[in-house]
């Protein structure tokens, strides 16, 4: 109840106790809900992920809260880079040093053990920590769009050619009715960002997006927003070096991903995009 609590609880205060209490509590069920308490609150303290080394290291009921709260730290005081030890600013004894270089191959072995919620969890930490590179999904498919111009299909943002002038290789339709292109992953799967290459018809591509919203979720009829980017104009020209955009995501999880163009570079007939 006190966890459920403290994931309401907006200001800071909490983190200290918590990692005090997820490390030093003899009892595995308040470890536990310490652990989901601290992958919730505002301030973790900026020695979380150090602390939790001795917990990462053990299989048990807590490895997957455990990665989930120092995944949460890392993000809040964005310690990415372990190797240069960046934002960490904590004294380490040699113990801890060893531990920490050893926890590249302490993530990979986790996401090998075949725990599917500790595997995600290990996953997600280890991009965060850049200790894995993010791949391209693969068998994605268009589940559906707004609308579509004839010559202009939906499916066309998957055909992997961005970087053509023609209309048949690029997605559009017209502008009266609202963006949007939902996305199905085939299973549930870890997004890390999307890359967008944007409308590419030469002369015409103000047609293009500016704003765009990014939706993730297990159905259609249950998604949430997870991020909010720009999309920069296409040189509307071919054979140009590559003019995509990343819009991160904060590590979400879901089979869907549903984009919604909020707005154009400047109004017109129809807008879309080229993948």
């Known amino acids: 109840d006190a966890v459920s609590e403290l994931g309401k609880f907006t200001g800071p205060g909490a983190g200290k106790p918590l990692l005090e209490l997820a490390v030093g509590a003899d009892d595995s069920a308040q470890r536990s809900a310490a652990l989901a308490g601290l992958g919730q609150v505002v301030d973790p303290p900026r020695h979380t992920l150090v602390a939790l080394l001795p917990l990462l290291e053990q299989d048990g009921e807590e490895l997957t809260s455990a990665?989930?709260?120092?995944?949460?730290?890392?993000?809040?005081?964005?310690?990415?880079d372990l190797l240069s030890r960046r934002g960490l600013d904590v004294e380490l004894s040699p113990q801890q040093e060893q531990s920490l270089a050893s926890l590249p191959v302490r993530l990979k072995a986790i996401i090998a053990s075949g725990s599917e919620e500790a595997a995600t969890a290990a996953k997600i930490l280890a991009c965060a920590t850049r200790q894995l590179e993010p791949q391209p999904l693969e068998g994605v498919k268009v589940a559906r769009a707004v609308a579509e111009a004839?010559?202009?299909?939906?499916?066309?943002?998957?055909?992997?050619?961005?970087?053509?002038?023609?209309?048949?290789t690029m997605w559009r339709h017209p502008i009266n009715q609202q963006s949007m292109i939902e996305l199905d992953l085939g299973k549930k799967q870890l997004v890390t960002g999307i890359r967008i290459w944007n409308?590419?018809?030469?002369?015409n591509s103000h047609r293009g997006w500016k704003d765009v919203h990014i939706y993730v979720g297990d159905s259609?009829?249950?998604?949430?927003?997870?991020?909010?980017?720009?999309?920069?104009?296409?040189?509307?020209?071919?054979?140009t070096v590559d003019y995509s955009t990343l819009v991160p995501i904060d590590?979400?999880?879901?089979?869907?991903v549903r984009l919604v163009g909020k707005s154009t570079w400047q109004p017109e007939s129809h807008t879309g995009l080229a993948e």
């Open 150 to 168: 004839e010559n202009g299909p939906a499916a066309a943002v998957l055909d992997g050619v961005w970087n053509s002038v023609e209309l048949n």
């Open 251 to 256: 590590f979400a999880q879901g089979r869907y």
């Open 67 to 80: 990665l989930q709260a120092a995944r949460h730290a890392v993000t809040v005081h964005r310690q990415f």
């Open 199 to 203: 409308f590419n018809e030469p002369s």
């Open 220 to 239: 259609p009829a249950r998604m949430r927003l997870v991020s909010k980017g720009i999309v920069p104009r296409a040189p509307g020209a071919a054979e």
